[in-house]
């Protein structure tokens, strides 16, 4: 068994630090103690969880290619869930390796916003030699509202050239699965004559999918809590980057649906971004909805995922809980237990730093991914 030793120890669950702590570990945590038992002391320094990247496009659009080979939308149908990012991630993205080196070790790849439903997301480890080593599991179906589905008129497939346009299709679809649902039950349809897409539209509607939305300004997430009441759907709101009212925030938090919030240092290159600023963390501060955040890699860079912590604790936030925004927060939100905080039973994956993570000078002198060592600083 290994152990590092956390002069202070974040461990993710937003709660006050220890300090002097050993962390004892195989491929996962075993135990916190105050003593290093038989276990060898492999670092020692500040402890934090890996780093948790809830929404990205690592692997789809890859570093140091055209963007005209970016995977990340497809352009055949406006709707079309069967798409999976997983099967348009290339592993040998250079970006992966800077990632791992500034500790990010998990990420939720989705596709673009290009489409009203573009596809399934999946969360991977950042260290999978291939897709297949790297893949966790699914996490939702990647939705859009707002300006985007409706700015790709020139794509195949029926597309919308309004907001309202956007909406109506994507209701199209959960009300024919309502129906279908309703067929099924009064024995007038069997499960194999229903068509993929619309089953997989009443997998939404009975809960066992879940919806990733795209969605940037207040008025369109009013209209996703709407669609949300109608179906009893589940969803996350990915972005809110426009909202910038603590009514705003206060109406998602009613609504009970959880964020995954920016990215924060993005520029805002469009309309219905006018509102977007750094300024706006403090009202989604002093609300608290469930949240954590993004780095929507390559809109930021996903190495500098944690860099956007330092809005957070300028605008009150502790800094144990503005660590877990990344770690244990992103793996509530997007239902990954095994993983976020450092605690019994969970995956060894760890950053040691040299220093306080929210110093300018600190940087990861080791990075730990389910118990082996990824990246040392020599």
Known sequence: MYAVRASILYDGSGKAPKKNVYVHFDSKIRGIAREKKRSEVIAEGVVTPAFIDAHC?????????????????????????????????????????????????????????????????????????NVKEAYIKHIGIKTALG????????????????????????????????????????????REEIDPITEIFMDVIEGKERLMVHVHKEDDIAVLI?????????????????????????????????????????????????HESWRNIKHIIDVRPDFC????????????????????????????????????????????DNMGTIARGKAASLIVWSGDPFSFDSYPIMVIGEGKILHEES
Request: net charge positive.
């Open 226 to 274: 709407k669609i949300v009441e109608e179906f009893g759907i589940n969803a996350i709101v990915n972005h809110a980057c426009d909202v910038h009212t603590r009514e705003g925030f206060e109406m998602i938090k009613s609504a009970g649906l959880p964020i995954i919030y920016g990215p924060v240092d993005a520029f805002a290159y469009k309309v219905e971004l006018k």
């Open 293 to 336: 955040l993004m780095s929507d890699h390559p809109v930021v860079l996903q190495r500098n995922l944690y860099l956007q912590l330092r809005f957070f604790v300028r605008l009150g936030m502790k800094k144990e809980e503005a660590i877990s925004l990344i770690t244990g927060k992103s793996a509530n939100i997007i239902g990954a």
């Open 147 to 190: 300006y985007n589905p409706r700015s790709t008129t020139e794509w195949k497939g029926r597309r919308p050239t309004t907001r309202m346009g956007a909406v109506a299709i994507l209701k199209e679809n959960l009300i024919r699965a309502k129906k279908a649902r309703v067929l099924l039950r009064r024995r007038k349809k069997v």
């Open 57 to 129: 496009h690592i692997g789809m659009y890859r570093s140091g290619e055209p963007d005209y080979e970016g995977e990340g939308n497809d352009k055949m149908e406006s709707v079309y869930q069967l798409a999976d990012a997983l099967e348009s991630v290339y592993m040998d993205d250079r970006a992966f390796k800077e990632s791992i080196e500034h500790g990010v070790l998990y990420s939720v790849v989705l596709p673009g916003s290009g489409n009203i439903v573009g596809g399934r997301g999946a969360l991977i480890r950042n260290f999978g030699r």
